[in-house]
């Protein structure tokens, strides 16, 4: 069973930078497709990004050339890094996983059976 733990989240005013980190556990972590979701309240759970096995990547077009996901196989961790940040990124962060995505599907958070707790982010303008 792998688990999944969020942290980097914060406030931060627009245009300014934040990186998350999900570190994973109690799985071959290289073996698994890794995602970011968010969720703001009163709207629906929404793809951000998202990483294959093999380092290939999937991004949301909202946050196309803003943001880069990347993983450190030897650290079992998925990192989110996020730039010029806009009010509208302010939401709870996810981090997901599940074996053997295809590309097509990584951005389809019904696909992902393990999930962290998530981590805030808030964006003021």
């Known amino acids: 069973q792998v688990q999944l733990v969020e942290s980097g989240g914060g406030s931060v005013q627009a245009g300014g930078s934040l990186r998350l980190s999900c570190a994973a556990s109690?799985?071959?972590?290289?073996?698994?497709?890794m995602g970011w979701f968010r969720q703001a309240p009163g709207k629906e759970r929404e793809a951000v990004a998202a990483?294959?096995?093999?380092?290939?990547?999937s991004y949301a077009d909202s946050v196309k050339g803003r943001f880069d996901i990347s993983r450190d196989n030897a650290k079992n961790t998925l990192y989110l890094e996020m730039t010029r940040l806009k009010p509208e990124d302010s939401a709870m962060y996810y981090c997901?996983?599940?074996?053997?995505?295809?590309?097509?599907?990584?951005?389809?958070?019904?696909?992902?059976?393990?999930w962290g707790q998530g981590t805030q982010v808030t964006v003021s303008s």
């Open positions: 990483i294959d096995g093999d380092d290939t990547p």
């Open positions: 109690g799985g071959t972590y290289r073996r698994y497709s």
């Open positions: 997901a996983a599940e074996r053997f995505l295809e590309w097509w599907l990584l951005l389809r958070g019904s696909k992902y059976n393990h």
